[in-house]
């Protein structure tokens, strides 16, 4: 199955210059755990709930004057649409990552993979279990098992 099967295409980007409590609210309204950054038509960073939890929130930041690009993941993780389920649930565990972007080849958003678009289609169960598995792991356990 190819990763464009199963993602979910309802996609907004934010901008870097975006306050946290309007990246959160659209966050709510959607419901999505992530918000894609751009500028100039490019990718480069992300938005997650637990960059507004942890980078924001636990620091005592105001999210009424935080914005994106004070938060953000600047290193971007992605896959293609036309990749195989499994090679990216492989490197969703791989990566303890939960969502990536996807991207078609000209480099443009299309869409978001999830573990749980994964888990709803008819993708190899084996390889999705597999992944939760990897992604549920403490560092220290992972550390262990696949030292670098």
């Known amino acids: 199955m190819l ?4 993602m979910s295409q309802n996609v907004e980007l934010g901008n ?3 306050t946290l409590t309007e990246i959160a609210k659209r966050m709510r309204d959607r419901d999505f755990g992530m918000m894609p950054i751009a500028e100039n038509d490019r990718l480069i960073g992300m938005v997650t709930d637990r960059d507004i939890a942890v ?6 930041k105001n999210p009424n004057t935080t914005y994106a690009r004070d938060v953000m993941s600047k290193d971007v993780l992605y896959c293609y649409e ?3 389920t499994d090679e990216v649930s492989h490197n969703l565990g791989e990566n ?3 969502r990536l972007p996807v991207l078609n080849r000209q480099k443009r958003l299309v869409g978001i993979l999830s573990l749980g678009d ?3 289609s008819s993708a190899n169960p084996i390889q999705i279990e597999k992944a939760l598995s990897d ?3 403490p560092a220290n356990e992972r550390e262990a098992i696949h030292p670098h």
């Open 3 to 6: 990763v464009k099967e199963c």
């Open 16 to 18: 870097p210059t975006m």
């Open 55 to 60: 980078r924001a929130t636990a620091e005592g």
């Open 82 to 84: 036309d990749q195989s």
């Open 96 to 98: 303890q990552v939960r």
């Open 118 to 120: 994964l888990a709803q």
């Open 135 to 137: 992604i549920s792991k």
